[in-house]
């Protein structure tokens, strides 16, 4: 058989090999890069656990790791108001192994407040918001303050004795604590906390007068205490008796978002893939149920939609913090 013959043969008998071998090789990625997730991703949830920060990633976790087929770590970095975690976060190699849970608007109220709060907003990219909890002021069930404007009279006369246990310092919580006071004259102690948790153990303990707590914490301990007013639009669906801050005259909101963020520079294909997996959970029905049914009003918000929503609230922010200076 002549050679070049010899050599067709060869190549036409070795074809199917040939193509089984581009078929399986195709499916890996390219030299030099990695299949993503190829590897543990860790979560880092900026407060103490036993929050709703730490509560919603226990119930994302199990199915982030089955969408993402890796394990989902969750790790724990409280302090600072949640600045502790964030900083760590920015400061991580924006690889898409590092998540953290971000809380609205304590990421924009630290980098107006602080001189140097360690991160800005530039340094990470929100890719989703999933749930909200509007801030109630509420006091013991025994509390001899029947109504807000007991509660207020009271303030105005004795300025400082009042106690109010929040979340962290230049957060929401705080903020909610300075506003109430600017509208309403009167003087309160803000004892901040590193968390919901703490924050709620104290109130539950009595060392503290009130609590400036969100929905969820009021939903489960409602026996326990008395809710004066809401930091909602409208009236909060589980608690259908508690007016708001508006409807008693005091034109103030008050309530904690809570997404997730990477570092800025994560290369966008993991970004998407992140972005697509808590998307897939929130909406979910019996999810949303369940958050519900705790005292969370769920949100399903991707990065687009969270960017222009966190822009617009900077703004806001921005404007109400130059009005308190007033």
Known sequence: MPARRKAAWRLKAAWPVIVCLALVLSSFPAFGQERYPSRPITYIIPFDPGGQSDVEARRQQPLLE??????????????????????????????????????????ILQPLLRDDPGFTLDDMEVIALFQATPIGLAVHRDSPFETLQDFIDFARANPGVITVAGSGTHTG??????????????RLTYIPFTGAAPQLTAFLGRHVTAILGNSSDLVQHRDGMRVLAFGSEERFPLFPDTPTFKELGIDMTASIDRGVAVPAGTPEDRVAL???????????????????????????????????????????YEALLEAMKE
């Open 66 to 107: 089955e969408f993402l087929g890796t394990r989902v770590v969750i790790q724990y970095k409280p302090g600072g108001g949640g600045s502790v975690g964030w900083i760590e976060l920015v400061q991580s190699r924006p690889d898409g192994y590092t998540i953290a849970g971000v809380n609205v608007p304590h990421i």
């Open 173 to 186: 919580h705080h903020l909610a604590s300075l506003q109430f006071e600017k509208l309403t004259g009167a």
């Open 274 to 316: 992140l972005e697509r997996a808590f998307l897939r959970i929130m909406e979910d029905e019996a999810i949303r149920r369940q958050m519900t049914a705790q005292g969370f009003e769920p949100l399903a918000m991707g990065r687009q939609e969270s960017a222009r929503y966190i822009e617009r609230l900077q703004a806001e």
